[in-house]
């Protein structure tokens, strides 16, 4: 009713819609255009056709009866509602048969596949021919950095145990993160080293849970073809890495970059102020995906029966013997525990300070809050147990609480014009600048927080994780579950009997 009363209503008086129809055409043609509206527009080519359209139904509508036996009966027996479900049932087909080579929950599936298809599309490119770079492609810091990254990598290649290996493989990231401070890249460089040690504590927790010993390919030929296939995919990341990178100067939009950022924003860190004000949507959508990933890790753990680990305040308790080598564990971790009350807070006063300095000087929101996650890591690896780790934090809350302040920061730039658009204010007495990028910078802090205490709190506790379970979707019913070896098999099919 609404719809036909204003169609009456501007069919008599079009010219509101004028200017709407005028930017519409414009931005479709990219070009100015001029269309008029009116009620009454002459005798013009399209009221031919509309009058043309009226007389052959005129004349057609005697002739229905007739007419729509002789449509009946030359109807065709295939039909656009066929087609269209053959058509599906042909992608369907296809989709599965595609997608049966890696409908596992095999990794090394998985891996397998993406390998073989960047070593393939690395051949194909490898014919491209590439200018040569402008400088040497080395320095003296690169050869001695290569050798403590080839040592870790082919330790890992050799390991047997899982522990073993995460040392190795945060060892090689480790040694990328002093790559980019040698560099130059200091962001980086501390995002790298602070990633790589909770990665490394999230990890531990849970490597608990799974067989020590790696599980190895029974054939032979199995374990040829992964070497091959793993050997032609590091090789063609090498050749990438050196044939793009450092074959030109800065592009046009690092210069901008670098010429204007201070005049617009008055930052003087330009990779802060491109994360949090240039392009601040982009940050603000991985944000959101590192919350929806918290609490990702939270739901399966809950689906597998992890219950959440619960700090308990109250007087000491004496924890129960875990082996006559380790004894008391109250007493075993004295030592953590008295480091982590000196550094705990020593690391909160760092995460506020690169938090505020962020705009200026490499910090941010972002690595303040890996290094207040390190502090609640430390604090909770060195309790005696679960219920003795003092996290009080309430995750769920916090993350919601950082994206709020994200959002809010956001909405902020509604005084100046649009959403994100940051807002800034200069206090002299402090030469320090105050902008909405602070405000969005501590939402992502907040996020960050509570994310790494999710991981801790799911994935921390101690009670076990059944050792075989079966897969609810039917994907993996033909496969071993491969994180077991044929000792854990075993154990498993007798603990099911």
Known sequence: MIGAVAGLALGLWSGPLEQLVNRAGHDVAT?????????????????????????????????????SMLLT??????????????????????????????????????????????????????????????????????????????????????AQSRMVLLILVGVAGLTVGIWFLALGGAD??????????????????????????????????????????AVCGGLMAGIATFVLTGRRGPSPAAEWYLDHTYDETKAKNVVNAIITEFRALDTLGETVVLAIAALSVVALCATLGLPLARAERGPRRHGDNIGPLLGDPQDNTIVPRTLGRLVSPALGVLAGYLLLRGHALPGGGFIAGLIAGAGMAIAY???????????????????????VLALLAGALGFLSGGFLVPLSHTVAALDYTVTTALVFD???????????????????????????????????????????????QVAAEEAKQ
């Open 188 to 229: 980086l460089a501390m995002t790298q080293l602070l990633v790589e040690i909770l990665v490394i504590v999230v990890a531990v927790l849970v490597l608990r849970r799974l067989p020590r010993a790696l599980p190895s390919p029974r054939r032979p030929r199995r374990r040829l073809g992964m070497a091959v296939v």
């Open 73 to 158: 009966r030359r109807r065709p027996t295939v039909t656009g509602v066929i087609v269209f479900d053959r058509l599906i049932s042909a992608l369907g087909a296809g989709g599965r048969y595609v997608t049966k080579a890696t409908n596992s929950s095999s990794p090394p599936r998985h891996l397998i596949a993406g390998l073989a298809s960047l070593a393939a599309l690395g051949l194909l490119a490898s014919t491209i021919s590439v200018d040569a770079p402008p400088s040497a492609p080395t320095r003296m810091t690169d050869w001695l950095l290569l050798v403590p990254l080839i040592a870790a990598t082919l330790g890992a290649v050799l």
């Open 381 to 403: 690896l060195s309790a005696p147990s679960e219920k003795r780790a003092r996290i009080h934090l309430r995750f769920g809350a916090t993350i919601v609480l950082g994206l």
């Open 31 to 67: 070009a100015d255009t001029h269309m008029s509206l009116s009620l009454w527009h002459g005798v013009t080519p399209e009221l031919g056709m509309s009058v043309v359209a009226l007389g052959l139904g005129c004349l057609l509508c005697p002739a229905h009866s007739r007419l």
């Open 442 to 488: 501590a939402g992502v802090f907040v996020v960050v927080l509570g994310t790494v205490t999710a991981f801790l709190q799911s994935l921390g506790t101690e009670h076990p994780i059944p050792p075989r379970r079966g897969d609810p979707h039917g994907l993996d019913d033909e496969d071993p579950d491969h994180s077991l070896d044929d000792a854990d």
